[in-house]
């Protein structure tokens, strides 16, 4: 079944601990984008990617890390989590554009982070 | 600079009644424009793009590029439409999907 996988899905953790959440995808995309969901601000590009070993950053980038040495995986690395970045966060993918083609983006089921 | 306003944050309309979602967007060439739709607890997912000029679930939304506008349309709401809902812009080029803050739709009995 073609997917998009996170883990975890729920997480609670202190502030300062590094964590890392995973993002996999067996759909061969070349981009892959990770968001973070909040009320009242809808969804927000924190990073993407756009093949292997290319990443640039989004809307809200700080205080995220993200690696792409797999065309499969895109983990969302928090060196030192802060409260502020409680939220539900999104792993999406898709192919990338061919002239004329209109492609859609698959979303992960969601990891909700709490940071006390 | 690419962008999406949804000016609506919750929309509520009662069963049978007609639906109109609104989604104004900033760019100044050719965008591909998209409608996505969270459900309690589930992933976003595809709804409807423009270039298809498909009709989903009963929803349509056509590019008007006069207005810049992208409205989601659909003249009979049920229950089961209730959900949040993103408009969503990629320009030209392998550019990131740019999305709308969203509107939550509720529909009620």
């Known amino acids: 079944e073609a997917q998009v996988t996170q883990n975890p899905r729920y997480l609670i953790t202190v502030t300062g601990k590094k964590l890392t959440v995973t993002c996999s995808q067996n759909?061969?995309?070349?981009?892959m984008s990770w968001y973070r969901q909040d009320p009242g601000l809808g969804l927000r590009q924190i990073y993407y990617s756009m093949n292997v070993e290319v990443t640039d950053k989004g809307d809200v980038p700080e205080g995220y890390k993200v690696s792409r040495k797999e065309k499969r995986n895109f983990p969302l690395i928090l060196e030192s989590p802060s409260p502020n970045q409680t939220s539900l966060y999104f792993c999406?993918?898709?192919?990338?554009?061919?002239?004329?083609?209109?492609?859609?983006?698959?979303f992960g089921p969601g990891t909700r982070l709490t940071v006390t | 600079a690419q962008r999406v306003t949804q000016p609506e944050k919750l929309l509520s309309v009662f069963k049978g009644a007609p639906v109109e979602l609104k989604c104004n967007y900033s760019y100044s060439g050719s965008p591909e424009l998209f409608w996505y739709v969270q459900y309690s607890r589930q992933r976003l997912q595809l709804l409807l793009r423009?270039?298809s000029r498909e009709s989903i679930k009963g929803f349509t939304a056509d590019l008007n590029k006069g207005e810049t506008s992208f409205h989601l349309k659909k003249p009979f709401a049920q229950e089961e439409d209730s959900a949040m809902y993103y408009c969503a812009l990629r320009g030209s080029g392998n550019t990131p999907l740019v999305f709308g803050k969203g509107t939550r739709l509720s529909v009620i009995a």
């Open positions: 759909m061969n995309h070349e981009y």
């Open positions: 999406a993918s898709s192919p990338t554009s061919l002239a004329g083609a209109s492609y859609e983006q698959y």
């Open positions: 423009h270039i």
